[in-house]
């Protein structure tokens, strides 16, 4: 089975700007997640879906990121404006959605804010 | 929330030794404990998951032991190999949310 696609592989732009990241998950995959993983640290869960409607997005920094996932299938996170603090690998993971259904991530989007 | 905290934060062994790395959780709800392998510029990759009704399970030179009342859970990697250098991650989940809640990593460095 294909995996899950993430694009772009990397990102760079300047404080203040906008940039969006965008994930196609495993066919068949209820469950959507955004993570963001700081150099040298484990994921931190942004937001997950559920089909086309959210579950988690308690540590979603709303002011300034946005996630939407269209049809549930496709998903696009955005961040305005970006700073410095944001520069991480952003990873998108799905699953199933049942009980015990592991997570398969993509290889991420990598993003410096200079 | 689950807090889930990993040692050792690196490590390093001669090929075809013995790697142990260990991870504790903090919610007794959680049931279903996953670990990850992530190589350089890539995604982590599942390797290998335990349920929280198995105590041990196994695959090949990769094993993963839970005890549910020290709420602690173990990835064994035996007769290691040049090519299972990488950053490891163990997780923890509440079956019922689908939630998944991961250690800082162990970045492993097999020496040939």
């Known amino acids: 089975e294909a995996g899950v696609a993430q694009s772009p592989r990397y990102k760079i732009i300047e404080k203040r700007q906008s940039v969006a990241f965008w994930c196609n998950p495993i066919?068949?995959?209820?469950?959507l997640y955004w993570y963001q993983q700081i150099l040298g640290q484990g994921p931190k869960l942004l937001i997950q879906?559920?089909?086309?409607?959210?579950?988690?997005d308690s540590q979603l920094p709303k002011d300034r990121f946005s996630a939407e996932r269209l049809k549930g299938v496709d998903s696009t996170l955005k961040i305005q404006p970006a700073k410095l603090e944001d520069s991480a690998v952003y990873l998108c993971?799905?699953?199933?959605?049942?009980?015990?259904?592991?997570?398969?991530f993509g290889n991420g989007t990598r993003l410096t804010v200079t | 929330g689950e807090n889930v905290e990993q040692h050792p934060s690196t490590l390093s062994v001669q090929e075809g030794d013995s790697a142990v790395i260990k991870c504790t959780y903090s919610d007794s709800a959680s049931n279903y404990f996953p670990w990850y392998k992530q190589e350089l510029g890539k995604g982590p990759q599942l390797i290998i998951d335990i349920r929280s009704n198995v105590g041990e399970k196994k695959d090949q030179r990769i094993a993963v032991t839970l005890n549910k009342t020290a709420k602690h859970f173990s990835l064994h990697i035996t007769e290691t190999q040049p090519e299972d250098s990488a950053v490891y991650f163990c997780a923890a989940s509440v079956g019922t949310g689908n939630q998944f809640y991961f250690g800082t990593g162990t970045s492993l460095t097999v020496i040939p």
């Open positions: 879906f559920q089909n086309n409607g959210v579950v988690d």
């Open positions: 993971a799905s699953s199933l959605g049942h009980f015990f259904s592991p997570l398969h």
């Open positions: 066919s068949g995959h209820a469950t």
